[in-house]
């Protein structure tokens, strides 16, 4: 049999993904794959409802359908002050993954450098490689995960193509400060670098904290390439819908690079989530209400563990540091808790560049009760703590 291509023996198959289908496989509470199991907002469902009655079953311009590119702009005008032309500066999606994918395809030759921030979202490193492009990992110091401005203005010396930036990021829950992105842009424009923001999370974000938009800093939007998503804003990361955001000339190639990998984003599902997109300001507000109360029930729950972990500022993503409980690594961590707890979450070494086996990342995007059935059964850990000879890694799952 032919060799497969060697580019695909650099990484492995998503993690994440991995441990969603050992989760349902043992029936555990799955706080591995951010994924609410709650309904999107009511307008949105009727929209759905409607739109599969009407003319949108087949494939829409391949950017996207005129009234959804249309709704996103007065949208992403409104979030970030920009004049948004639909016609010239979006390309939609098939979710902010595609939306990476076309943006590095669109940024690198094959042999470029590229910055991506370590931990980071497991994507990145193989829409790198997917796209030719060599990543090179500037590290994000925990507790609060800022990197070193030594060690970012080396690896700009490296020439780079690009840097990505993760704003809110996941799995860290670190909010990029408008200070931290400035210095990012001035590197980018001393190296004549694209800045690629991927920013799913951009209306999760907790208080004090507040989101900045890289494109709308002063001088930032002709080498910004935005990445979005409605996944996680409305609720539906089914329906696979994101963008790209940026300058004439960068969409320009964009869309040839979307147009020949997806032709296009699900037409009736555009549709649909025009009522998404139009929904007021106050949902947004809302949201993050909803998402703040999550995150203090989990944490909550956290606490009383007595395992540390890192308070997100935004996105909903918890790294838990499980080193007190033994395990050789975190993947047999990550399978005992499936296992012996019913609680999955996800090995944190997928995240970071260097051995790290310190973290299980778990997510907090569900009903309050399943984040009370999940919480009730972590707190069988403070036992364990107490008899480390209870736990037994070794039974294979
Ligand atoms: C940082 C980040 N980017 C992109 C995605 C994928 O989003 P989408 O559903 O829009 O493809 C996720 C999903 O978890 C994410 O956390």
Redesign the pocket.
Known sequence: MPQTASRLNVFTESV?RGMSRLASRHAAINLA???PDFDPPEPLLAALEKAARGPFHQYAVTWGAPRFRQALATKIQSDTGLPVDPEQHLVV????????MVAMMTACNPGDRVIVFSPF?E?YVADAILSGAEPIYVPLYPPDFRYDSAELAQAFESKPKAIIV?N????TGKVFTRHELTEILALAEKHDAFVIT????EHIVYEPRYHVYTAALPGAFARTIT??????TYSI?GW???YVFAAPEIIAQARKVHDFLTVGAPAPLQEAAVAGLELPASYYVGLRDIYTSKRDIFLDYLRQTGLPFTEPQG?Y?VLVDISALGFATDTEAAEWFIRELGVAGVPGSSFFRHPENRFLRFHFAKREETLRAAGERLLRIPDYLANPHRINPSRVL
Not at 93 to 100: F, I, N, R
Not at 168 to 171: K, L, R, W
Not at 227 to 232: R, T
């Open positions: 994440i794959q951010g994924f999606t098939c979710g902010s993954t595609e939306a990476m979202y994507n993760c809110p990021s996941n799995p991927d920013e799913p999370y990445c979005n998503s409605l996944s996680k990361t696979r819908l994101g996105a993503y």
